[in-house]
């Protein structure tokens, strides 16, 4: 398997438009309305794809020229240099170790590409299979955030997960 990392482009538009409007991820995250193609486009076209001027990265997954998911770095802190990851790997790739190979790139382009001293994740108490991923990419669960994820019906714990490089 060819896993590979890219910026997104135009051609992403759809892809993106459905990994963000997918209400299954909303609760993990911050959103809580559907995105327009005409917001995402915008987004795409004036993203510079440099974290110090963006406070943020969003990376295309690939395996073999097909598009596979989406990793992001978010939260950017160059005072501290760390950043928060989020995957999202489509269904059908799941379970082949896309995920684990994009996390690993990823790394190695945190450390030896924008120098970041640690990276950080939030996963749900009961996403076990999100929770296995990072502590296979040698993440550890460094704290429990209590009530910290609202779905509009009840609060869920957290762990904070960390990385550093």
């Not at 790739?93 to 001293?117: F, G």
């Not at 296979?136 to 779905?151: E, Q, S």
Request: charged share 25%; proline share 2%.
């Amino acid at each position: 398997m060819n896993i590979s990392l890219r910026a997104l482009e135009p051609d992403d538009l759809d892809f993106l438009y459905n990994i963000e409007n997918d209400i299954e991820h909303w609760d993990i995250g911050n959103t809580t309305m559907p995105y327009s193609r005409d917001f995402l486009q915008q987004y795409i076209l004036t993203s510079t794809g440099d974290i110090y001027i963006d406070k943020q990265v969003r990376l295309i997954i690939t395996c073999n020229d097909d598009t596979v998911g989406i990793v992001d770095l978010s939260s950017f802190d160059p005072k501290n240099q760390r950043a928060e990851v989020g995957i999202i790997v489509k269904k059908e790739w799941q379970n082949k170790d896309v995920a684990t190979e994009a996390l690993h790139i990823l790394y190695n382009y945190c450390r030896n590409v924008i120098h970041l001293h640690s990276l950080y994740a939030i996963i749900p108490e009961d996403n076990t299979v999100s929770l296995k991923l990072f502590q296979k990419c040698h993440f550890d669960i460094t704290g429990k955030l209590k009530d910290w994820l609202y779905n509009g019906r009840s609060y869920r714990n957290a762990f904070i997960l960390q990385k550093f490089t």
